[in-house]
């Protein structure tokens, strides 16, 4: 029997069985409006409620980046960052070793690891950390390449599949974190809602990553940060 609920975002992984591209674009473009409306509301209520409670602007002691900052830090480089780079990167970190081929692992894994050793050069100020870790990458990439099958993760898909698309959701937004310069336990509340967003972003990378393939992943990740590049570009030329 149909079951009369269907199942969340992340448990779809067979849409192409009974939903042709267009449904499943209309699926996600329906589910990241719906839930980037009801991210946007509650974190202004979290907010309001810091402020109405404690006083405390929330947002401002949170230090996220703001284009500005950005723009400070990076220069002009801040525009093809944010639109091309970061979701290439975030893409093949988080999203592409999806499809449990050998290959796609060995890339994704390698640029996982690429994501976090340019945080940590990044955070140690080593001047050019991105290209500084790209080393990290390559050396992931082919130790998981040269000393493991395809076969072996064929073999785990049909068992990992659904836990892998949950984890790589929640690590995605939780990494986000990281661009925050005050996080501090009585920040933590509105720390998870600045998040949530993100986390329905990736739920929508992960179902067209599972669901079509990873170009419409990346492809719908730079139309989402989009938006951020223009802003840059406001503050680029204020």
Not at 99 to 119: C, E, K, P, Q, T
Not at 148 to 158: A, E, I, N, P, Y
Not at 172 to 188: Q, R
Request: charged fraction near 15%; hydrophobic fraction near 55%; include cysteine.
């Amino acid at each position: 029997m149909e079951p009369r609920i269907k199942p969340f975002i992340l448990n779809r992984t067979d849409e192409r069985n009974t939903k042709s591209v267009g449904g499943i674009l209309l699926y996600a473009a329906l589910f990241f409006i719906v839930t980037r409306i009801a991210a946007m509301l509650l974190q202004k209520s979290g907010a309001a409620l810091y402020e109405w409670g404690w006083g405390l602007d929330a947002a401002g002691m949170l230090g996220a980046r703001t284009p500005e900052s950005m723009v400070s830090e990076m220069g002009w480089r801040a525009v093809p960052h944010v639109l091309l780079l970061a979701p290439f990167v975030e893409e093949c970190a988080f999203r592409l070793g999806l499809s449990f081929r050998r290959w796609h692992i060995a890339a994704g894994l390698g640029a996982l690891a690429y994501f976090f050793a340019d945080w940590m050069l990044f955070f140690a100020d080593v001047a050019n950390a991105r290209y500084w870790a790209l080393p990290v990458w390559i050396a992931v990439a082919a130790a998981v390449y040269g000393f493991t099958t395809d076969g072996f993760w064929l073999s785990k898909r049909d068992r990992w599949l659904r836990p892998a698309m949950w984890a790589s959701t929640v690590v995605f937004a939780s990494v986000h974190l990281l661009s925050v310069s005050a996080l501090i336990w009585g920040l933590l509340p509105y720390a998870l809602l600045y998040v949530l967003g993100l986390f329905f972003s990736g739920c929508v990378f992960v179902y067209l990553r599972v669901n079509l393939g990873f170009g419409w992943a990346l492809g719908a990740h730079m139309l989402c940060n989009l938006p951020p590049a223009l802003f840059l570009l406001g503050a680029l030329y204020d």
